[in-house]
């Protein structure tokens, strides 16, 4: 191996030094501000229901803490008498109404 001034003093065959190098530069450019639009998330989470996957209707929650439209939950009561998420064995009393941002009338 032959050395030259300046440089250091690895193999030719070890290529961490080409990742160290890649790595500076990145971190070089990360403190440089992008001219890409940037997506702003929204200020509220939006809750969808698992059943029917639109925006929750009057939602409502189950006993084992599941969230669905409650109009969707009543329906797979009736029809399953289990959660459709868990499949924990529920009763028409075991869901009750809930009140979270963005889905209350």
Known sequence: MYMLPGKEQTPKSCTCNRHLSRNRRRSKNAGETSKEPVNVAPKEPIFTCPVCWNK??????TMCGHIFCTNCIKQAIQFQKKCPTCRKHLKMNNFHR???PNTSR
């Open 98 to 100: 809930i009140y979270l």
């Open 56 to 61: 929750l209707d009057e939602p409502a929650t």
